[in-house]
């Protein structure tokens, strides 16, 4: 019982600590050809991120989309793309 117990907050704390993505590999996956709004109900999660696409205006905000997406969002309404 004890064990699993163990077993189970080691793997809580493994997961807790991910480091989050490298610009690098968020811009690998973004898809430029589909720009969209802000996610309803996501929040900003940093401010000052690089852009990803063309058309973007600086200064662009990571955000937190609900079921676990992220999104590039330019300022002035320029939109968001998936990354």
Avoid: Y
Avoid at 43 to 55: A, L, V
Avoid at 58 to 66: I, R, V
């Amino acid at each position: 019982m004890h064990l699993t117990t163990v077993l189970s907050l080691l793997a809580l704390g493994v997961s807790a600590t991910a480091l989050p993505a490298e610009d690098s590999q968020l811009e690998a996956r973004q898809n430029c050809g589909s720009i969209h709004p802000a996610c309803a109900g996501g929040n900003i999660i940093q401010r000052g991120f690089p852009c990803q696409c063309p058309g973007q205006a600086s200064p662009c905000d990571l955000w937190a989309c609900p079921g676990g997406a992220r999104s590039v969002c330019g300022s002035r309404g320029t939109g968001c793309v998936f990354v």
